[in-house]
């Protein structure tokens, strides 16, 4: 048998395994080229998000306020006050809101952006306070998860979303409404979705309804006194 050739009764030489430290090194190059993809995109695409957000709510409060000449960025604070602006970090301590005013730099309404859990979720929504009449103005869902084709209805369904223009808070949410002021008729099969919209603007009135309503008695004081 020549010297080339695999002797009797001996065995072929086993394949290399790849060693641990291969395989480590591999899934850790691996994830550092996933963790900087998705590092980079998200600097892409954070500011066009952020731009597209700001829109939405601006288109947002023009409509709870129907459409206002202009509305201002206020903050309600801690202690009731309502402020151009919080000290550089107590904003979380804050809620901010937005004053329309019309051509005339008369304020018209409030609007607020609030939110709690629904039935799937939380609902985000914004809604508009003349604090003048005590009527809400208008109402609408920003987000929600609720289930497609029953509880996503609080943002869909027209009819339920226009009872809470000129409705008297606080509001209640019925099964059949007997025409009172505050009466809200619940989406039938969306019952939780519907009562968390209506305790949601509820519990964000008893929070504001008492600054904002002083801040546009004392804003009517201050024209009143202009020459």
């Known amino acids: 048998m020549s010297e080339g050739n695999v002797q009797a009764g001996t065995l072929p030489p086993s394949p290399e395994h790849t060693s641990s430290f291969k395989m480590i090194s591999s899934l850790g190059a691996a994830g550092a080229a996933a963790g900087l993809l998705i590092v980079l995109v998200f600097g892409v695409t954070k500011e066009p998000i952020e731009r597209y957000k700001a829109e939405v709510l601006r288109l947002a409060v023009s409509e709870v306020l129907n459409d206002p000449a202009r509305y201002e960025t206020l903050y309600v604070t801690s202690d009731g006050a309502i402020e151009a602006s919080v000290p550089a970090g107590t904003e979380s301590e804050a809620k901010k809101i937005y004053v329309g005013f019309d051509a005339d730099g008369h304020a018209t309404g409030v609007a607020v952006k609030d939110g709690a859990a629904g039935f799937q979720d939380i609902i985000t929504l914004?809604?508009?306070?003349?604090?003048?009449?005590?009527?809400?103005?208008?109402?609408?869902?920003?987000?929600?998860?609720?289930?497609?084709?029953?509880?996503?209805?609080?943002e869909k369904d027209l009819a339920f979303v226009s009872q809470f223009e000129q409705?008297?808070?606080?509001?209640?949410?019925?099964?059949?409404?007997?025409?009172?002021?505050?009466?809200?008729?619940a989406i039938t099969g969306a019952t939780i979705s519907s009562r968390a919209v209506v305790r949601i603007i509820n519990e964000s009135l008893a929070r504001l309804r008492a600054p904002i309503e002083a801040y546009f008695s004392q804003a009517s004081a201050r024209e009143e006194a202009l020459p």
């Open 126 to 154: 914004i809604y508009g306070f003349d604090p003048t009449s005590g009527k809400l103005l208008a109402m609408k869902v920003l987000e929600n998860k609720e289930t497609p084709g029953l509880g996503d209805a609080i």
């Open 167 to 185: 409705a008297t808070p606080p509001l209640a949410a019925v099964k059949r409404s007997t025409g009172a002021p505050g009466e809200i008729d």
